[in-house]
């Protein structure tokens, strides 16, 4: 089992930043795979951003470019660096994982949303 705490969601202008966190606690050494997603109200959730147990990040093209992921394993939490914010990043932000199971842990959601 996998219990994942985000936090770092709020309320920011057009062209702001964020920083999302995921902390992860439970069975960390069995995740092969971290990821955030995102669910804008009235539509699907999105898969954003991924990075895998040795390091290597793949981002969604609505993201690339802007937001970053990353992860500090001694503190066994990931992160989302959110820079140049658009309001149609305004969404429930969620964090994933994926064990050597492929049974995937969702954290509770933090919600973002940028004015304009």
């Known amino acids: 089992q996998v219990q994942l705490v985000e936090s770092g969601g709020g309320l920011v202008q057009a062209g702001g930043s964020l920083r999302l966190s995921c902390a992860a606690s439970g069975s960390i050494v069995s995740i092969n795979n971290w990821a955030w997603y995102r669910q804008p109200p009235g539509n699907q959730r999105e898969l954003l951003a991924t990075i895998t147990s040795g390091g290597r990040t793949n981002y969604a093209d609505s993201v690339k470019g802007r937001f970053t992921i990353s992860r500090d394993n001694a503190k066994s939490t990931m992160y989302l660096q959110m820079n140049s914010l658009k309001p149609e990043d305004t969404a429930v932000y969620y964090c994933?994982?994926?064990?050597?199971?492929?049974?995937?842990?969702w954290g509770q959601g933090t919600q973002v949303t940028v004015s304009s």
């Open positions: 994933n994982v994926v064990n050597w199971y492929s049974r995937d842990f």
